[in-house]
């Protein structure tokens, strides 16, 4: 595949172009995490060298966020809040100096004229770049299995065991990091957490929430609860704690 990687660093201009693309391929509630909203944009500015497009001529085939943090601790007690913690770490790391040790993943994203190609890998092969350029140890990534949502009711400890009859995983974005060498560590039960008023679910979803209850949400990973009388209704993402070497 012969496809340029460039950074924010060098070509700020396409921003605007990704942004399109992820608003196109991501389901609109997950674009109202409110942790996201608060720092997801700063990232361009404060970290541009960890943001990077994979480009075909002019068209972004593969947007990447990612941001370099500390942790010494043993990975298996990396946080519950898997994507909420690492952006949030990762921007107070740099206020107070904190020399990284890890980058984390943010989101990988496949413009949809090129999904199916197995883009994705080179994605992660260009993060994993990424942080080898800037001497970090290891990638880690709360990676959100992709055909969970298929399986809303399924505890995510189980599904993400479902391997197929080859032996591989089942789930084909685990898969991708399982055949690039990644290692699973541990389910993050809470790695966003998303909250709406009961019109704003309505919008997102084009559902109508009637009763105070559980709802299954096309292209949630697990059951949304609403309560109606308070008119909210809260979403809490589970995602999967990854980790690749950075050789
Ligand atoms: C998930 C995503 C990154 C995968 O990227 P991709 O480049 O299209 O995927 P690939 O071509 O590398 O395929 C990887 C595997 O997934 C399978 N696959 C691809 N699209 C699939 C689909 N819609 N349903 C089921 N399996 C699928 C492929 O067959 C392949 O399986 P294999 O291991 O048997 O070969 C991409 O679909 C995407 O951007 N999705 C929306 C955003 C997202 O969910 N990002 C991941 C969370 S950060």
């Known amino acids: 595949m012969n496809y340029k990687l460039v950074t924010t660093n ?9 942004d399109e693309i992820v608003i196109e391929v991501w389901p609109e509630f997950m674009l109202n995490d409110a942790v996201a909203n ?37 990975l298996e007690n990396l946080p ?38 197995g883009i994705s890998t080179e994605m992660i092969r260009s993060m994993v770049q990424i ?49 690039l060498g990644g290692e699973i560590i541990k389910v993050c039960s809470k790695a966003m957490n998303i909250s709406g008023t009961i019109s704003e679910w309505e919008n997102w979803t084009g559902m109508k929430f009637f009763e105070s209850r559980k709802y299954c949400i096309p292209g949630a990973l697990k059951p949304v609860a609403f309560d109606i009388k308070k008119d909210v209704g809260i979403y809490i993402e589970p995602n999967v704690w990854v980790k690749h070497k950075i050789p």
């Open 38 to 74: 608060k720092w997801f944009f700063q990232l361009y500015e404060k970290f541009p060298e960890y943001q990077y497009w994979l480009l075909d001529g002019k068209e972004i085939v593969g947007i990447g966020n990612s941001i370099p943090l500390f942790w010494n601790e043993k």
């Open 131 to 179: 942080g080898k350029k800037h001497n970090l140890e290891s990638l880690i990534i709360p990676v959100r299995p992709t055909l969970k949502k298929d399986y809303p009711l399924t505890d995510i400890e189980q599904y993400i065991t479902w391997n197929r009859e080859d032996g591989q995983l089942f789930d084909p974005w685990l898969r991708v990091h399982e055949k």
């Open 80 to 117: 519950e809040e898997g994507w909420n913690w690492a952006i949030v770490k990762g921007f107070k790391d740099k206020e107070k100096n904190i020399k990284p040790n890890l980058l984390c993943a943010l989101s990988i994203t496949i413009n949809p004229k090129y999904q199916g190609k």
């Open 10 to 18: 060098e070509r700020p201009d396409l921003i605007e172009r990704g």
